[in-house]
């Protein structure tokens, strides 16, 4: 090697020494911005933690606070004044005003027996306003501000990751930058090329993550979004959806423009339960389209869509859900309703199959494993029957007040193998029901049983108090305390199970239910009660009462009457 | 190329500053790892703060509990009292007898107050808290603010790599050049150097 070329190498050496050296500032300040968003992310996630701990907390001390305001303050004020109540209807006044006093005295025992929650016109309190106050809406601001938090480590994780992905990249730069040295010929100042490349490229990559917005959602958004969940909770959902709306401005005057999707998705709750259904769709749509796409939401869109006639959409959004979580015997309840509803009734009725097998199969795996079931199955079975029930009295123009439907002309002509198809679908549901809740099993075959059309029935005495005949008590006004079932039947067999079951305004009253055996002979003539007659104090509400007789867990016979 | 005495003073110091640099990110790491432990301590005592919070509250309105039964049977009592005409002895005295049966077994009467007629279940839930903190290891901020100190050192030393690394640099430059301005760069990376121990020493000892 010449003097020459050797001076040349050495000062080429000396030029990738300094590159080297300026690639190591670029790696330490590198190193250090990492080590300040990973910072970041800790610190971040600690107070999530924190906060996730505090929203426990909230809940479980707001619980026990309500459980000792409602049964034990509120449950004491309720005895004094049934007791109070009998007194006056006995007559003994003034014993009546004694348990008054001590009952008013218990005002002082909790806020809920106070102003703004205690309503002294009717003489009842508001539990959902109270519980709001006292911890629904504190626990919803924590844990919306662990949700916020909780994101922003996230994002700070991420930008840490990258800056550990630069510095990989910097050691592959001072490699080649070494291996340059090794090469004498221009092919080395392709290696330094690239080095240079990729450290220029790593700089305007650290520029990036540098300008990367950060934010959290900001303590205005979540408080007012707060707000709205404590609204929503007492059934609010006017004011409750203005809350939401507020909170997601809010978020999204932010830079970069961020959406509020919690914010969208409670909004769309709200909605959909008063009854403003496309809006409920629309914030649904938005939600998934913001990314949040889990069961629930895909649930309550597919069911909105229902609602609104959209039927394709109801059935295409509920495959989806299906598709994620194939278990869910409500959401395959829905399913089977939007087919019936547009008139696909061969497929509607395997949805419903499909249904009842599944809840089935939880049913016996349950039972196996020595693990109890969750009354939501019952729930859903039972909603299953009445959302047939809404259909078919909203498609034959007989709404009820508690009736939810999609509206007359959106479901199917063929009304006539709707009510059939519907009548048999509700039947199954509430058979399955009593026989998967009493036998874990399906419904025990139809053994010839033959119930006459119930009769709804009053005694009628003469003035000595001797029984003269039944009056008929299918419309009785208020105050009844007492309603009777008349039937004849035939093909009974003594032992077999009973269960009767009432529903009020189309909702099940488990405290009217009546379980036991049957011990009345294989035919002939009885009547049931339904009685409030034990005590001075209550008589039915107005309302429709269905009542259901199940043997064995055959529905053999149903009828309604009303108080008016 | 002859080696000078430049060259090799150079060399020297690059060295230096490379150990002192390894150093400083070995003590960076291990600062790193304190603060995750305090970050953990300062968790647990969180949740052992909330776990009191709950045991005293489920304490207290148990207590409360028992106060509205002892109040409602007093009420019973006094009311068969004052309705002397329908008020049987028997009951009355039954009823007044369950509440005191009530004030000695299942609530505090220290909440109560002097007529019996209210019970004072924040002050009780408040003492209970304030004697959990007492004698439980509940002060999580402590522990969060040390993290906090850690982290501080954590990135500060991190800082200081970054002062190495243009100590490096220029002792890198001077060694490259060959005019008398190497000593000026060699100058600087020896202020660098200096300035970069000066701020590691001042750190590792500052917690």
């Known amino acids: 090697m010449s003097d020459s070329t050797s001076s040349t190498e050495d000062r080429y050496e000396k030029f990738v020494a300094v590159l080297i050296a300026l690639t190591s500032i670029f790696i330490a300040l590198t190193a250090y911005l990492e080590r300040l968003s990973s910072h970041r992310s800790e610190q971040f996630d600690r107070e999530a933690q924190t906060l996730s701990i505090r929203s426990t907390t909230e809940n479980i001390n ?23 109540t009998n007194a006056e209807q006995l007559g003994e006044n003034d014993r009546a005003e004694l348990y008054r006093a001590a009952r008013d005295e218990l005002q002082s025992f909790t806020p809920l027996l106070r102003p703004p929650y205690f309503n002294a016109e009717v003489n009842w309190t508001d539990p959902y306003a109270y519980e709001s106050d006292l911890y629904v809406v504190e626990s919803a601001r924590l844990q919306e501000q662990f949700e916020s938090k909780s994101m922003v480590s996230n994002t700070w994780d991420q930008i840490a990751s990258n800056f550990v992905l630069q510095i990989t990249f910097y050691a592959v730069a001072l490699s080649l930058f070494g291996l340059s040295t090794t090469i004498h010929s221009f092919m080395r100042w392709i290696f330094v090329a690239v080095g240079g490349l990729i450290i220029m490229i790593n ?23 707060a707000a709205g969940i404590g609204l929503a909770y007492q059934g609010r959902h006017a004011e409750a959806v203005e809350s939401f709306n507020n909170a997601i401005v809010i978020y999204a005057g932010l830079p970069g423009n961020p959406q509020y999707v919690n914010a969208y998705y409670n909004k769309g709750v709200s909605n959909l339960l008063r009854g403003e259904y496309a809006a409920a769709a629309q914030d649904f749509e938005d939600t998934i389209a913001l990314g949040q796409v889990d069961t629930t939401v895909l649930w309550n869109l597919g069911w909105t869509y229902y609602l609104l006639g959209r039927f394709d959409e109801s059935v295409a959004t509920n ?92 479901i199917t002509n063929d009304l006539a ?53 039944y009056s008929d008590a299918t419309v009785s006004p208020f105050g009844t305390n007492a309603v009777g079932v008349w039937m004849e039947y035939a093909g009974f067999r003594d032992g077999e199970h009973l269960l009767w079951k009432v529903y009020v305004n189309g909702y099940e009253d488990y405290v009217l239910r ?49 108080v008016e | 190329m002859k080696t000078t005495r430049f060259d090799v003073f150079s060399s020297v110091m690059i060295a230096v500053v490379t150990i002192l640099s390894a150093l ?19 968790t647990a005592a969180t949740i052992r703060t909330q776990e009191a919070r709950i045991y005293n509250s489920i304490l207290a309105f148990e207590h409360y509990r028992a106060f509205t039964d002892f109040y409602r049977y007093n009420a019973l009592g006094d ?31 220290l909440y109560l107050d002097p007529a019996g007629d209210t019970y004072d279940v924040d002050r009780e839930i408040e003492e209970l808290q304030a004697e959990a903190n007492l004698t439980g290891d509940l002060n999580f901020q402590q522990y969060f603010d040390t993290a906090d100190a850690y982290r501080t050192k954590s990135a500060n030393m991190n800082l200081t790599l970054i002062v190495f690394a243009v100590s490096f640099f220029l002792f890198a430059v001077g060694q490259a050049i060959r005019n008398s301005l190497r000593y000026l760069f060699a100058i600087g990376g020896l202020v660098a150097l200096l300035g970069g121990t000066c701020a590691f020493l001042v750190l590792e000892f500052s917690i």
């Open chain 1, 62 to 84: 707001g619980a026990l606070r309500f459980s000792y305001d409602w049964q034990g303050a509120f449950q004491t004020w309720r005895e004094l004044d049934l007791m109070a």
């Open chain 2, 79 to 109: 009311s068969l009292f004052e309705d002397q005409a329908i008020g049987p002895l028997r009951e009355r005295s039954e009823y007044w007898g369950i509440a005191h049966g009530l004030q000695y077994s299942f609530f505090n009467s």
């Open chain 1, 514 to 562: 009546a379980v036991g055996e049957w011990a009345s002979g294989e035919s002939g003539t009885g009547v049931k009660w339904f009685s409030y007659a034990f005590s001075n104090v209550f008589v039915f509400a107005t309302g429709e009462y269905t009542v259901e007789l199940y043997i064995d867990s055959q529905l053999v016979a149903s009828g309604t009457f009303f």
């Open chain 1, 319 to 410: 495959q989806l859900a299906l598709a994620i979580d194939p278990t869910l015997v409500g959401l395959r309840l829905n399913q089977g309703l939007s087919m019936l509803a547009q008139g696909r009734f061969d497929n509607g009725v395997e949805e419903y199959r499909l249904a009842v097998g599944e809840a089935e199969r939880q049913i016996a795996e349950a039972r196996a494993a020595g693990r109890a079931i969750p009354y939501s199955l019952w729930y859903f079975m039972e909603a299953g029957a009445f959302d047939i029930r809404s259909l078919l009295d909203q498609a034959a123009g007989n709404p009820k007040a508690w009736t939810q439907a999609p509206a007359p002309e959106l």
């Open chain 1, 203 to 225: 700089l305007l990559w650290a520029v990036v993550l540098l300008y990367t917005p950060v934010e959290e959602v900001p303590a205005e958004a979540i408080d007012t979004y």
């Open chain 1, 417 to 469: 193998r709707l009510e059939s198809t519907g009548l048999a679908e509700i039947e199954l549901l509430k058979e399955y029901t009593v026989s998967l809740e009493f036998f874990s099993t399906a419904p025990l075959p139809e053994t010839g049983r033959t119930v006459s059309e119930f009769a709804f029935v009053q005694e009628v005495f003469d003035e000595n108090g001797n029984f003269v005949e």
């Open chain 2, 24 to 42: 400083t990110a070995w003590r960076a790491n291990a600062t790193a790892i304190q603060v995750g432990d305090a970050d953990f301590d300062g």
